[in-house]
């Protein structure tokens, strides 16, 4: 579609970086980083006021803060490649680095994703949402099985956050316990290379975006309770 942001090309660059990935190729390809980066950084302006749309809360959200640094924090790692092979990008009205629920896409050849969710809560945040859940069920059935989030995420949270047994707390004959077997609430929906490189890629991601956004409030509004 005409006018649209495009990220044609990102997903070549990122299989570069994953082959050389040593500061000393970075250097010497620092204007193709930045071409790519500036794709991204396109597509996250022209995401973000569309968001305002059906999310209030990310009125106030600043389109340049939601890119995560391709640089790697590698002090205490013993994976010393000093840079990520994805782009990741944060949308939330907390910032990239908020502990609210928000949106993620991850752009990774052969894993990109995108979706909506909390993940890493402390434990008492954690409880909060599980404490939401336990007494709204039938609502969060009610988005999980929302035509939209059938299509597009299964109408299921990220099965590798899924527990084998419930959380201790609730009462293991809870009619609507499995909502509760989660490590973290994430509604993930795989995003084939092809689909990131179409030119109409910017339209799909936010139908996907908007799909998540009911699920996005309900976590939110737990949090906030």
């Given amino acids: 579609m005409a006018g649209l942001p495009s990220v044609q090309g990102v997903l070549d660059f990122l299989r570069l970086l994953s082959r050389n990935n040593d500061r000393d190729w970075f250097t010497e390809n620092k204007a193709l980083y930045l071409e ?3 794709k991204v950084e396109n597509l996250i302006a ?11 809360e990310l009125r106030f959200v600043d389109p340049k803060k939601c890119l995560y640094r391709i640089y790697r924090d590698i002090r205490f790692s013993p994976d010393k490649r000093p840079y990520k092979d994805y782009m990741g ?20 050849p052969g894993e990109c994703i995108c979706g909506a969710g909390v993940y890493g809560l402390e434990p008492e945040k954690l409880k909060k949402v599980r404490d939401g859940i336990y007494f709204q069920s039938a609502r969060l059935r009610q988005i999980l099985d929302a035509p939209a ?16 047994v419930p959380p201790k707390g609730y009462d293991k004959n809870f009619p609507d316990i499995d909502l509760l077997k989660y490590h973290y609430y994430f509604l993930e929906r795989p995003i084939p290379d092809a689909e990131v490189e179409s030119p109409d890629f910017a339209w799909h991601l936010l139908e996907s975006l908007e799909a998540a956004s009911e699920f996005n409030r309900f976590l939110n509004e737990a949090l906030d309770f």
């Fill in 149 to 164: 989030v059938r299509k597009l995420y299964g109408g299921a949270m990220a099965e590798s956050a899924r527990m084998k």
């Fill in 89 to 108: 990008i944060g949308i939330s009205r907390q910032g990239r680095h908020g502990m609210c629920s928000g949106y993620y896409i991850h752009l990774q």
């Fill in 36 to 38: 790519n980066k500036a």
């Fill in 46 to 56: 022209w995401l973000v006021p569309k968001m305002q749309a059906f999310d209030k």
